[in-house]
């Protein structure tokens, strides 16, 4: 079982920025493909960005291209989303989740909220 926390939510005014961190709780962590999906109230939840195991291939939604970036630490079994130039409709909550490498097996975290507004 691996367990996933998010932080780094909170208000924001539009064009500001901020970090989004995902803690996982296993040994393990490099063997799992990262991403963060968002889910907007009245929406379906959406990918926002992926990342493989070792960092070398990064996927975008196109609504967030040129404005967020996804990265991770192996070494901190952590991934990251720096989230610039953030938008009212990037208003959601924001889930980690972890898709082991060898399976279809994956593993959600409960979410951080994101709110953007003046």
């Known amino acids: 079982q691996v367990q996933l926390v998010e932080s780094g939510g909170g208000l924001v005014q539009p064009g500001g920025s901020l970090s989004l961190a995902c803690v996982a709780s296993?040994?393990?962590?490099?063997?799992?493909?990262m991403s963060w999906h968002r889910q907007a109230p009245g929406k379906e939840r959406e990918l926002v960005a992926s990342?493989?195991?070792?960092?070398?291939?990064?996927n975008y939604a196109d609504s967030v291209k040129g404005r967020f970036t996804i990265s991770r630490d192996n070494a901190k079994n952590s991934v990251y989303l720096q989230m610039n130039s953030l938008k009212p409709e990037d208003t959601a909550v924001y889930y980690c989740?972890?898709?082991?490498?060898?399976?279809?097996?994956?593993?959600w975290g409960k979410g951080t909220l994101v709110t953007v507004s003046a």
């Open positions: 990342i493989t195991t070792n960092g070398g291939r990064i």
């Open positions: 296993v040994s393990t962590f490099n063997m799992y493909h």
């Open positions: 989740r972890a898709v082991a490498s060898w399976s279809v097996v994956d593993y």
